[in-house]
């Protein structure tokens, strides 16, 4: 599957001059809200990724997203894996698990994300799920952005990585981009000013 061509289709994988969360500039931005808008896609997004999950042998009860950015993913995801979808959300500062959803002790879950960059949300809804008494079996996404190792791709995790090595992490595609200090970013010094993605042009 050529999961760059569909983002690119999806007018989810934008060019142009950013500013990503963490103020560095990149030329490139995802944008994967626009990827799932259309249900169809979504669907064969979360196929893929469900069929690489259950030809490892990985039993999964639930499948959890971290709110919002996750729960399209995670939801489709759950839906091709045919399991539960729940998810967490922020609630002053720290990720809890409400409206109702309810966690078996010893359940598998499985934390799925739109996008792993470096598993920051990813960690803290694991690390909720398993105070609950669940146990967290995997992590997934659509796509990577490149920090950390998803199975069957042999690359050394980067430092920035937060997911554990010993939990498997499955995801669609890489997209790893340069990224520049303001200071140091080449778009800038021509003269072109960078715009925050999620802003009305982005
Ligand atoms: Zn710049």
Do not use: W
Request: glycine share 8%; charged share 25%; hydrophobic share 40%.
């Amino acid at each position: 599957m050529d999961v760059e061509r569909i983002y690119k289709e999806a007018e989810a994988l934008l060019e142009g001059h950013f500013i990503l969360s963490s103020g560095n500039h990149s030329n490139r931005y995802l944008q994967s809200a626009k990827v799932l808008e259309d249900p169809k896609r979504a669907a064969l997004l979360a196929n893929a990724l469900a069929e690489m999950i259950q030809e490892s042998g990985l039993h999964v009860d639930t499948v959890c997203a971290p709110a919002l950015g996750g729960i399209l993913a995670g939801y489709e995801l759950a839906r091709s894996l045919d399991v539960r979808s729940i998810f967490v959300e922020r609630k002053d500062g720290g990720m809890e698990l409400r409206r109702g959803f309810e966690i078996q002790k010893g359940e598998k879950v499985l934390i799925c994300e739109d996008i792993i960059t470096t598993g920051g949300s990813a960690m803290e809804a694991a690390k909720i799920i398993e105070e609950l008494g669940a146990k967290v079996v995997a992590f997934a996404s659509l796509a990577n952005r490149g920090f950390c190792r998803r199975e069957g791709i042999d690359i050394t995790p980067k430092s920035e990585c937060k997911l554990p090595s010993n939990i498997p992490f499955y995801a669609l595609d890489d997209f790893t981009f340069e990224m520049f200090t303001p200071e140091e970013c080449p778009l800038c010094k021509e003269g072109s000013t960078a715009i925050k993605p999620g802003s009305r042009n982005a």
